[in-house]
């Protein structure tokens, strides 16, 4: 997650950035001014800059978040990982006549291929670091972290007979990745049209499904929030060519984030049209629910609890719904009533695609991937009035009385035990510790330290790996102000705590003497 955060605020920066060199919305006046221009112009290559080697920025992160210690070692073997890789792709492809100077739209029209077909082939290939290969986007960096990873996980602490001792250990993991991954390159080099051909037939199936595909695409990013996997399709759609595909200046950008922070950086080098199909993967379809309807859910859970219990409940759910409506991270509310109620999970799912859907239908170009008052403003707002932001408006503002009365109409008719209406409150609803006593309380609640094997967290989740389930207390964890448990297998266990998360990761680790 950790290109993700960078990203959305670099996001942040270019969104107004590009607004200020906007005349539309700040005049011609200072549209001319030079040294203004000149600084503002500057931010924008600078993120130009991060988004054009997010494949490098993955390859790290992925490794970093994969291995088991060492993680300094393992972001540094991954870096050489990834050049490694790409030159076994380029070595193979040189071997197979394919350069720079033969793959060119020109050299390919003189060879006989068609115009458009010429553009296509052309726009396999890459130069990435200065290494031409193929265009693997954001894939070709997880993939090479992914590996880059198995061997640090093995190798780290590998001890090498004392004459050669000197390359054991942690030293040894960046040398068996730079003799394993010019190999993997090379056999990617030869499975990769398969596998990129296949990509863009899914990705050529949800272009021609129109706004259906949003619906689908909306609607199951939901669903698999309670998994985890969510995060899975979102980077599938965000920078795979199943998002989309752009040309600009002969080079190919591939995923919805990837053409909408390119047309910002280039202003009108992309045709709206093109921008409008990346953004319905993007934040527009989560505006409405984010900003107005998870809100209004909030409300209902408020007004539906128990009187003796509405104080507590308030708290909660004014939290999350602050959090909801500014910064577009939801589950801390929605792990009020995923588990208590999968009526009220689908009901919530279903409008989320159905709002991505009619964004679609109403031509939004509202980008980034939060979807809270950031980015309408950012994104919407100062976009000016191509972005059609206002309809995001007029959607919330009718979500708002449907999640209302939809989600207080299921809580009391079917009796769902969202906060505050739990059947034993004695039981069920304990104590909350004091920030202090926290850190103790959430590694009692996980099995003590004995039984935890590995801690991390992402966004809103803390991750760990236990040894035992049956020792982890849902209801001890619960007391320590964590919104739900989820157990995703027989060792792993994620507690969601919403923003605060790293901060209360960082003491878990420290106190377990693993910060």
């Avoid at 200046?249 to 053409?259: C, S």
């Avoid at 539906?304 to 507590?312: F, L, S, V, Y």
Wanted: glycine share 10%; hydrophobic share 50%.
């Amino acid at each position: 997650m950790m290109p993700i955060s960078v990203i959305a605020a670099a996001g942040i920066f270019l969104g107004v950035a590009a607004a200020m060199q906007n005349p539309a919305i700040t005049g011609e006046a200072f549209a001319s001014l030079h040294t203004p221009q000149l600084i503002i112009g500057f931010i924008r290559k600078v993120a130009g800059a991060l988004f054009a080697n997010l494949p490098l920025f993955f390859a790290v992160a992925s490794a970093i978040g994969l291995a088991k210690a060492e993680k300094p070692t393992a972001a540094f073997a991954a870096v050489i990982g990834f050049i490694a890789m790409h030159v076994g792709v380029s070595a193979t492809l040189g071997a197979q006549g394919l350069t720079a100077a033969t793959t060119t739209p020109d050299a390919l029209q003189a060879k006989g291929m068609a115009q458009t077909a010429a553009m296509m082939t052309s726009a396999e290939y890459i130069q990435m670091l200065g290494i031409f290969t193929y265009n693997m986007s954001v894939l070709g960096g997880v993939i090479s972290g992914l590996l880059t990873v198995v061997i640090h996980n093995r190798f780290y602490t590998t001890q090498l007979p004392t004459a050669i001792g000197f390359f054991g250990g942690r030293r040894l993991v960046p040398i068996i990745t730079v003799l394993v991954l010019p190999l993997v390159g090379v056999l990617l080099a030869m499975i990769w049209p398969t596998i990129g051909a296949g990509i863009a037939w899914v990705g050529e199936l949800i272009g021609k499904s129109c706004q259906y595909g949003a619906f689908l695409y909306g609607t199951s990013e939901r669903l698999l929030i309670p998994t985890g996997l969510h995060h899975i399709l979102n980077e599938t759609v965000r920078f795979t060519p199943i998002g989309g595909v752009a040309t600009i200046n002969n080079e190919t950008i591939v995923g919805a984030l990837n053409i909408f922070n390119t047309a910002l950086t280039h202003p009108g080098s992309i045709p709206d049209e093109t921008v409008q199909n990346a953004t319905r993967f993007l934040a527009q379809g989560k505006i409405p629910v984010m900003m107005f309807g998870l809100p209004a859910a909030a409300l209902a859970m408020y007004h539906t609890a128990r009187p003796e219990h509405k104080q507590r409940v308030k708290a909660l759910v004014l939290a999350g719904a602050l959090t909801s409506f500014t910064t577009g991270i939801t589950e801390p509310l929605e792990f009020c009533f995923i588990f208590v109620s999968p009526v009220l999970y689908l009901f919530h799912a279903v409008l989320s695609g159905l709002s991505f859907m009619l964004m679609s239908a109403l031509h939004l170009m509202i980008g980034n991937i939060q979807g809270g008052a950031i980015d309408l403003v950012v994104f919407g707002i100062l976009g000016g009035s191509k972005t059609q932001w206002w309809w995001a408006i007029v959607l919330g503002l009718i979500y708002v009385p449907v999640y209302y009365y939809g989600f207080k109409f299921v809580i009391t008719k079917m009796r769902v035990e969202t906060p505050g209406r739990e059947t034993d409150e004695a039981e069920t609803a304990p104590q909350k510790v004091t920030a202090d006593q926290r850190t103790q309380v959430i590694i009692s609640g996980l099995g003590g330290e004995a039984n935890i094997e590995d801690v991390d967290c992402c966004f809103t989740r803390l991750r760990v790996r236990v040894k035992e389930m049956r020792e982890v207390v849902d209801q001890t964890l619960l007391s320590t102000g964590a919104n739900g448990v989820n157990r995703v297998s027989d060792h792993d266990v994620q507690v969601i705590y919403g923003p605060q998360v790293e901060k209360i990761a960082h003491e878990v680790k420290t106190a377990l003497g693993v910060g």
